[in-house]
C-alpha cells in the first residue's frame, strides 16, 4: 500500500518539478528560438529609434516624443507575440507530451499528487516566461533609453503585464495540453492569441466609432481570453502620457495606442481566469487515462 503525500509534501513535489521544469525549458531549442528572434527584434528596434533620434534630433518636440512612444508599444507587441509563441509551444509539451512519451505514467506511478505534478510544470513555466519578459523587455527599454532618451512612465508596471500575459497564454497551454497533442495545443493557444488581439483592435474602433456592436467584439474577447485587455494595460504603461491628448479622438484608432489604464476589477479577473483554467486542467488531468 502507498502513502498518501501530505499538503507540505505535494507542495515540496510541486516545487522540484517546478525546478525541473524551467531547467528542461531552458534546455529546450525553443530558448535559442526565442534567443535568437529576441536579438534580430533588439538589432532592428535600434535601428529604428536611431533614425527616429536623427531625424528629429532628440526628443524636444512633441513629434519626437509622439513617434518614440508609438514605436516603443509596436516593438513591444513584437516582444509578447515572441513571448506568446515560446510559452504556448513550452506549454505543450509539458503534459501532452509526457503523457504521449510514457514518461508521465512513470512518475505518477509513485505516491504523487497529479495536482503537484501539474502545479509544479504551471510555475516553472510562469517562471521562465516571466524571467524572459523582464529580461527582454528590460533590454528593450534600454534600446530605447540609449538612441532617442525616452523612458516609459511605467516600465515595471507594463513588464509586469506581460509577464501576466505569458502566464494566462501559457495556462491556456496547459489546460489544451491535458486534451490535444504537444503541437495542436500550441497552434490553438497561438491561434486564440491572435485572434483575441484581432478582436480587441475592432472593438477599439468600434468605440472611437460610436458602434456599440463592434465595440462589444473587443469586450467579449478580452473577457472570454484576458491576454489583449492585459496588452492593453501594458501599452499605457509604456506610451508617454501626452500620447492621448496629441491623438485626440483618434486615439481609439490605432492599435498600439491605449486610452486608460486597467481597472482592480479587470486585473482581479485576469487572476480568476488563471485560477480557473487550471483548476479546469487539474480536474481534466486527474481523470485522463495515462
Known sequence: MTATPTGAGAARTAGTIAALTLREAARRRVLLSLAALTVVLLALSAWGFSRIGSEFGGLTSGEARLAASTVL????????????????FLAGPTLAG????????????????RSAVLLGKWL??????????????????????????????????????????ATVLLTLGVLLS?????????????GLFGATWVAGVVGSVGAALDNASLAQVGTV???????????RGAMNAFQDPTLLAQL?????????????????????????????VLGLAGVVFQRRDL
Open 221 to 231: 474577447s478580452r473577457m472570454l481570453l484576458p491576454t489583449d485587455g492585459l496588452w
Open 178 to 190: 491535458t486534451v490535444v497533442s504537444p503541437m495542436a495545443s500550441g497552434v490553438v493557444a497561438v
Open 98 to 113: 509526457e503523457t504521449e512519451s510514457g514518461i508521465a505514467l512513470a512518475v505518477l506511478a509513485r505516491p504523487i499528487r
Open 124 to 165: 516553472g513555466l510562469v517562471a521562465f516566461g516571466s524571467g524572459f519578459v523582464a529580461v527582454a523587455g528590460l533590454a528593450q527599454l534600454l534600446v530605447v533609453l540609449v538612441t532617442v532618451g525616452y523612458w516609459p512612465p511605467g516600465p515595471a508596471t507594463g513588464l509586469a503585464l506581460l509577464a501576466a500575459q
Open 73 to 88: 508599444n509596436l516593438v513591444m507587441f513584437g516582444l509578447s507575440l515572441i513571448a506568446a509563441l515560446g510559452t504556448a
Open 248 to 276: 485626440g479622438p483618434e486615439v481609439g484608432q490605432s492599435p498600439f495606442v491605449s486610452a486608460s489604464p486597467l481597472t482592480p476589477v479587470y486585473l482581479g479577473w485576469a487572476a480568476l481566469w488563471v485560477v480557473l
